[in-house]
């Protein structure tokens, strides 16, 4: 049962971190071909909801927020190795709700990693396209998106304490702390 549940667990990270990565990707190509040209040309972004949301055009050589723009590098050697972290980790995952936040997470850094990789000015300098804009916000993309609700569904999970695996279950379930009777 373990290993037919574990086999499951990492379908849905797999599955997750794969479909934020197309979803990511296929969103930041329109944009480059769409939206570039739009607001190169000055006919400015597009209103969806008026004032709340529209669509522009924009790279980020920094992190979020534009942070840490001259270190494009750092950002790009951090995000393969918590990619790295995340995979050795998916190992012991049995939580559904723990491989939903830890693919999502997986899928935005690696959405944000292939733009950082592949678009000028060098491999690992590259900018992150950027195109999704709110009021009194930086633009951001879905890669962007599913890195911040995967660090709040992972805050949410904790705070519920839910078990990453099922190993970490048996010891929390096995800890005299939590099983003592103190007799007041």
């Given at each position: 049962m373990i290993v037919g549940l574990h086999g499951r667990v990492l379908a849905v990270l797999g599955g997750t971190a794969a479909a934020v990565v197309v979803v990511d990707q296929l969103t930041k190509?329109?944009?480059?071909?769409?939206?570039?040209p739009r607001i190169s040309a000055g006919e400015g972004p597009?209103?969806?909801l008026g004032p709340l949301l529209r669509l522009t055009y924009t790279e980020n050589s920094g992190a979020a927020f534009g942070v840490g723009a001259g270190y494009t590098w750092v950002f790009t050697i951090v995000a393969i190795v918590v990619g790295f972290v995340i995979l050795r980790v998916a190992r012991s995952i049995s939580s559904v709700g723990?491989?939903?936040?830890?693919?999502?997470?997986?899928g935005g850094l690696l959405g944000n990693l292939i733009d950082?990789?592949?678009r000028p000015p060098s491999p690992g300098m590259g900018s992150v396209v950027d195109f999704i804009g709110l009021p009194n916000f930086p633009i951001f993309n879905v890669a962007d998106m599913s890195i911040t609700f995967s660090a709040i569904a992972m805050v949410a999970l904790a705070w519920k304490g839910v078990p990453l695996s099922a190993e970490e279950a048996d010891d929390?379930?096995?800890?005299p702390r939590e099983s003592r009777d103190d007799v007041a």
């Open positions: 190509a329109w944009a480059v071909a769409v939206m570039e597009i209103y969806l723990w491989a939903l936040a830890l693919g999502g997470l997986l950082r990789i592949t929390v379930e096995s800890d």
